[in-house]
């Protein structure tokens, strides 16, 4: 019998890459091994390259190993997993949906750098709403734009970008996650789309085993007001409001 898939991952607090793959997997209930390899102090930790470097040339995770065969990139993950399940619909099965799924979750894999880097994700903390300057506004911008254009083309009944939970949602699950740590709540199409998200139990169980972690990564974590903190005990590098 074929050995189930492992899937190499890092803190579920930070690794916002990870996060995708992860959900997928959890969503669509396929079974995984989850192999969660925790950064160092910092993200370039030489122990955790060579720790990481047992999985995959790369240097970073997600990775996949499904037997003989290694996958990195979140994106190419996905696309293996719907490669490997074609009675699931990991993308959507109408050409037009599908189409749009794929372009925007290249979109999301390659863009958006500095929402990316103005708001770290970190499942512990909630920030308050300020300015963050034109180009994240832009980022948001476009990223909303996605949501309402998906929603309204291909969301039928189900909450989801299009309708039911596909590939493209996981791709975008971090920055559901960035848009509610940060108070970016700029309509009400994004602010539904983020709950329903975050309410799956797939994104639950990955937040469950977030805040339980023991690990702070300091140069991730936005020296910011802190306006809810989930881990108090641990939280050290934090701005009191
Ligand atoms: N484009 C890659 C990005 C992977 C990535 O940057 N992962 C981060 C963790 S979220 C990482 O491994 N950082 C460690 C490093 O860059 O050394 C993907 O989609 O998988």
Known sequence: MKPVMKLVIANKNHSSWSLRPWLLLTEF??????VLVPFGQT???????????????????????????????????????????????????????????RSISAEMHAGFPVLRNACPMNLAWVHAARDRGPKVDADVARICAIWREARERFGGAGPFLFGAFTAADAMFAPVTARFTGYGIAPDPVSVAYCEAVQA??????????????????????????VLTDFRPSLSRSRVSP
């Open 43 to 101: 993200f370039d930790d030489p122990e955790w390259k060579r720790a990481i470097s047992a999985f995959t040339t790369a240097g970073k995770v997600p990775a996949l190993i499904d037997g003989e065969i290694k996958v990195w990139e979140s994106l190419a993950i996905l696309d293996h997993v719907a490669d490997t399940r074609p009675d699931l619909a990991i993308w959507p099965r109408d050409p037009a949906a599908r189409a749009m799924a």
């Open 29 to 34: 209930g396929i079974p995984f091994e989850e």
């Open 200 to 225: 799956t139990p797939g994104f639950q169980s990955w937040r469950i085993g977030a805040l339980a972690e023991p690990w702070i990564i300091a140069e991730d974590e936005a020296a910011e007001p």
